[in-house]
């Protein structure tokens, strides 16, 4: 089966750098747009950034010029690097994916890793 997994993040002070990763792995045949959300409890899930096949990237506005995304689709990895963070960037992380699976892609489907939480410390 598909799966998404994320990693990197941890606790980090007011000011510091983080960088995300999500792999994906399985019977995959090709990803389509890419992206990380981020919740914070008892709040709506929000997007944060996403990247399209080409490159083009999108960003909130809260993150713009502080966040980079990008993706490395020869390891199928997504990369988030977050600098200058602040404690409102606290939540955590979601990976999100729209991809096709199986030998001839004829599944498609939207897939989300579990998660990875970044506490930022002020």
């Known amino acids: 089966q598909v799966q998404l997994v994320e990693s990197g993040g941890g606790l980090v002070q007011a000011g510091g750098s983080v960088r995300l990763s999500c792999l994906a792995s399985?019977?995959?045949?090709?990803?389509?747009?890419m992206a990380w959300y981020r919740q914070v409890p008892g709040k709506q899930r929000e997007l944060v950034a996403s990247?399209?096949?080409?490159?083009?990237?999108t960003y909130i506005d809260s993150v713009r010029g502080r966040f980079t995304i990008s993706r490395d689709d020869d390891k199928n990895t997504l990369y988030l690097q977050m600098n200058n963070l602040n404690p409102e960037d606290t939540a955590v992380y979601f990976c999100n994916a729209n991809l096709t699976a199986g030998l001839l892609g004829e599944w498609v489907m939207e897939s989300w890793g579990k998660g990875t939480l970044v506490t930022v410390s002020s």
């Open positions: 399985g019977p995959i045949f090709s990803i389509d747009a």
């Open positions: 990247v399209s096949t080409g490159g083009t990237t």
